[in-house]
């Protein structure tokens, strides 16, 4: 059956054992998980990914069917899921085993995904859908999370600490527990002391750097830069890192060779492909060519060795680097 996952809270679950949880919303998924499931099924956890249980699946079999006295009851949770594993989970549904519940995770499934079909019809069976945020919802986890610790924030606050999450609600439940450290000794919090201690420049990650030049970003890719600190360590992380994006890259590319169909090969590729950088992958494919990304790949190495005989230019380097790569030819 489907259900909506601010109805878990509200519904008698104590029947059900098998639950899929679908979506892009991570933050949320992550939440529910911990927050209203878990409480309610059993203590000893099992955490997989797909992958390990189709790699071996009798041994999947055989841990499950193990009773033990210590592990009677079980809490099988498999992440990344697709409809690759429907048939395992199938036959242990089918056996139902009065001491094992599990918790499929996966990211978005299309309506004609059997595994989706499957746990929407059967009875004992939940199917959550989890949609991404907007600027709405996470505000509202802002004035909850408020209301619940006996804060108070302006509207004009709540709506940059919303910004500075950029749209990610794992990233906006940090901000709130550090905003919630800096108001013990405080009563109150001003906009400037938002702005220092929240989501700041030097937090931006590397990645989202690399990503945004190679995508061709421009605006993004000098946002990020000037609002950095960079030092000559980071430069040399971010040319490894623009080297293994670029290999990935030309992975892909080669295998677009014999499968045209880029979704299939972003969601087969291994190592996995998280469902936030899927988007941000198939700009940069659109962006570079073949021959391209070959030429990027031994002019990085190039630069790599210039800044390690010149590390007193080496930001200037890297920074021209990564902008002259995120401009359009």
């Known amino acids: 059956m489907i259900i909506k996952y601010f109805e878990l809270k509200k519904k008698n679950l104590d029947e059900i054992k098998y639950y899929l949880l679908y979506g892009n919303n991570k933050g949320l998924i992550e939440e529910t998980i911990k927050s209203v499931l878990k ?85 004992n069976t939940t199917c959550v859908p989890f949609y991404e945020d907007n600027h709405q919802t996470l505000a509202k986890v802002v004035q909850n999370f408020l209301r619940e610790k006996n804060l108070k924030l302006s509207q004009q606050n709540i709506n940059i600490i919303v910004e500075r999450s950029r749209g990610d609600r794992i990233n906006l439940n940090n901000e709130l527990t550090k905003i919630e450290n800096y108001l013990k000794n405080k009563k109150n919090i001003s906009e400037n002391e938002i702005l220092k201690i929240t989501n700041l420049a030097e937090n931006y990650q590397v990645g989202e750097l690399v990503d945004n030049s190679l995508a061709k970003n421009k605006l993004r890719t000098l946002t990020i830069l000037n609002e950095n600190n ?86 200037f380097i890297v920074s021209d680097f990564i902008l002259e790569n995120a401009i359009e030819n």
């Open 39 to 123: 409480p309610i099924l059993p203590k000893n956890i099992f955490n997989y990914d797909e992958i390990e249980i189709l790699n071996n699946p009798e041994s999947f079999k055989e841990k499950i069917n193990n009773k033990s006295f210590f592990e009677d009851q079980k809490l099988i949770i498999i992440k990344r899921v697709s409809d690759k594993i429907l048939k395992i989970i199938e036959e242990v549904i089918k056996n139902d085993l009065e001491d094992i519940a599990i918790i499929l995770v996966s990211e978005n499934l299309e309506k004609k995904s059997k595994i989706r079909n499957y746990f929407e019809k059967e009875k």
């Open 230 to 315: 960079f030092n000559t360590e980071d430069c040399i992380l971010i040319l490894r890192i623009f080297l293994s994006k670029l290999k990935r890259l030309l992975k892909i590319k080669t295998q677009q060779q014999k499968d045209k169909n880029l979704d299939n090969i972003i969601s087969s590729f291994r190592p996995p492909i998280f469902w936030k950088e899927k988007e941000i992958v198939k700009q940069q494919i659109k962006k570079l060519e073949y021959d391209k990304i070959k030429e990027l790949i031994i002019k990085t190495n190039n630069i790599e060795f210039l800044i390690k005989k010149n590390p007193t230019s080496s930001i």
